[in-house]
């Protein structure tokens, strides 16, 4: 475990918010999401470099409906900095729901990433808030420790997930979607629209079976 090379020294895998507010049973279940987990923990076994990330947000966070009288959840708000689909309560800090599910195992992840911690603005992406310039300071870590090929697993395909390989492509890494290590949440054509914004970003969505 951990020292097969066929990742190389400059691959990492990037484990999308593997959390119990995102798996059935949580208050953001996305579709099958506890279904990834043997595929992740199959992935995670086989790479080296094992980067997590953790959606992390206060009470009250500013992404949550409830902190916006007369919307509610799935509902889209201008927020200062552009347009913010409106969620259910979820990932509060330090909650079982912000949890990583218990059945991930990745136990040489040498870093948990947690991001959408400030009030006032979401983060989807690992390496930018939801304004598109606050940075969680990921290019930084990745390019220091030499890490240029990035695969990315988890949850929500259509949004964290895009988000941070859309970046990653943008921030000048190599990126990579396992598409069978992740599940949508799939609104208003949202796994679509992920296919082809990523196709056209040179992101390419691949399948587990194709590192066999
Ligand atoms: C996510 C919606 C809100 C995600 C996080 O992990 O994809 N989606 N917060
Ligand atoms: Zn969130």
Known sequence: MNDDTRFGDEGVLIIV???NDFCPGGALAVPGGDEIIPIVNGLAARFRNVVLTQDWHPRGHSSFASSHPGTKPF????????????WPDHCVQ????????????????????RKGFRRAIDSYSAFYENDRKTPTGLTGYLRERGLTRLFLAGLAFDFCVRYSAEDARREGFDA??????????DIAGSVAATRTSLNALGVPCVNTHEFA
């Open 176 to 185: 990579f979607v396992i598409e069978d290590a992740c599940r949508g949440i």
């Open 94 to 113: 330090d909650t079982t729901g912000a949890a990583f599910h218990p059945a991930l195992r990745a136990p040489h992840a040498a870093l948990v990433l």
């Open 75 to 86: 509902d889209t708000i201008a927020a200062p900095y552009g347009p913010q689909v409106l």
């Open 17 to 19: 918010d593997v959390q």
